[in-house]
């Protein structure tokens, strides 16, 4: 049963600390993406990887970092730089489809909440 | 140049009727129009897509009609249900998938 799974569901954080968040992939596919949802602002992307190794800055990357070291697995961490961090986070996979991105596939979502 | 604007923000419709979602765009590099479909505290999925060279594709009761010489695109839901009451984003693509700001729409029953 192929898929992309998050973890947790809901986050709770105290301010001043990093948590990360879990995404991994069943499908074998090439790119893995992190977007931030915040109700009225749509699909915000933060860092997304085209290849394991390697991964590039979306377009609010601050105070967020990513790791690939396994083309399953794309955790982001939440960092205590990052000034409005509660928000519905996505993780979303996609086939690398060469002239640009392909369809994305979404996680489940994890909710982040700072207290 | 690289946006995509989505209107309404909010779109309350009556059961059966149809449902209309509007989105422009202005970068002509784009290539593929997908709408997805978030229920809540889902991530969104896959609707229907469509690229340039076609006016129109449909799929059961979701259409998307596309207009490249307005570089507009929209997404109607025909006999809508209560079950479509969901929030639906459009986006386009060249190099990476630009997403609008979603449409909240709720059936009334």
């Known amino acids: 049963d192929g898929g992309i799974t998050q973890s947790p569901k809901y986050l709770f954080r105290k301010e001043g600390q990093n948590v990360t968040l879990s995404c991994e992939q069943n499908?074998?596919?090439?790119?893995m993406y992190w977007y931030r949802q915040d109700p009225g602002q749509g699909l915000r992307l933060i860092y997304y990887?085209?290849?394991?190794?390697?991964?590039q800055k979306g377009d609010i990357a601050e105070g967020y970092s990513v790791s690939r070291e396994k083309k399953e697995s794309f955790p982001l961490t939440v960092t205590s730089a990052q000034k409005n961090p509660t928000a519905f986070y996505l993780c979303?996979?996609?086939?690398?489809?060469?002239?640009?991105?392909?369809?994305?596939?979404f996680g489940p979502g994890t909710r982040l909440t700072v207290l | 140049q690289q946006q995509v604007k989505q209107s309404p923000q909010s779109l309350i419709v009556q059961k059966g009727g149809i449902s209309i979602i509007n989105c422009a765009y202005e970068?002509?590099?784009?290539?593929?129009f997908p709408w997805y479909q978030q229920f809540p505290g889902k991530g969104p999925a896959l609707l229907i897509a469509?690229?340039?060279?076609?006016s129109e594709k449909k799929e059961g009761r979701f259409t998307i009609s596309f207009n490249k010489s307005a570089k507009q695109f929209s997404l109607h839901i025909m006999d809508s249900q209560p079950g479509d009451s969901a929030t639906y984003f459009c986006?386009?693509?060249?190099?990476?998938?630009?997403f609008g700001k979603g449409t909240r729409l709720h059936i009334l029953p």
């Open positions: 990887s085209q290849i394991v190794n390697d991964f």
């Open positions: 970068n002509t590099a784009f290539d593929y």
């Open positions: 986006a386009a693509r060249d190099d990476k998938i630009i």
């Open positions: 499908l074998n596919h090439d790119a």
């Open positions: 469509i690229r340039p060279d076609v």
């Open positions: 979303a996979s996609s086939i690398d489809s060469g002239g640009g991105w392909g369809e994305q596939f």
